[in-house]
């Protein structure tokens, strides 16, 4: 029995392994994801939005977010309809070769909804993003977003 368990272990342990070395290769390595911020939370308040900007060598998707510290994270843009400003759920970020893309108030926004602690300033909010490759090939990138009130202003385009 104790022989069964071993051999177990170590195919599991293989499996594990060859899995994320997959997972190095499809990486993108000029992907960069920088300049990222959660709004902070107001007092009782549970949503927040994370805002970034993404730039990458080759085309990508980003195609899906989560966060260890929001039970549901969705993908948002904001739209004018008839004069009234309305957010809505997106199933991707376009990220076009060599094109700076800007997640931020008023845009593009990753939304944290249900959050399960208040996000204060200097607060860093873990995120994981999985980007989708032209070839349909997944990857995940681990960043953290710094808590602000509102965009340091230091990047305008
Ligand atoms: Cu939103």
Do not use: C
């Not at 000029?30 to 927040?48: N, Y």
């Not at 085309?59 to 969705?74: D, G």
């Not at 893309?101 to 990753?110: Q, R």
């Not at 965009?151 to 385009?157: I, L, P, R």
């Amino acid at each position: 029995m104790q022989k069964v368990i071993r051999t177990l272990l170590v195919s599991l342990g293989l499996a594990a392994a060859s899995l994320s070395a997959h997972a190095q290769k499809v990486d993108e390595p000029s992907l960069k994801v920088f300049d990222v911020w959660a709004k902070t939370t107001v007092p009782g308040g549970s949503v927040s939005a994370a805002y970034m900007h993404i730039k990458s060598g080759k085309p990508l998707k980003l195609v899906k977010a989560e966060s260890s510290i929001a039970q549901t994270v969705e993908i948002h843009d904001m739209k004018m309809n008839a004069g009234v400003m309305q957010m809505k759920a997106i199933d991707a970020v376009e990220i076009p070769a060599n094109k700076l893309v800007d997640l931020k108030p008023g845009g593009m926004h990753i939304m944290l909804i249900k959050v399960n602690k208040p996000i204060n300033k200097g607060d860093q909010v873990p995120l994981t993003l999985t980007f989708e490759t032209a070839d349909k090939k997944t990857f995940t990138r681990q960043v953290m977003a710094k808590g602000q009130e509102k965009d340091s202003g230091s990047h305008k385009h």
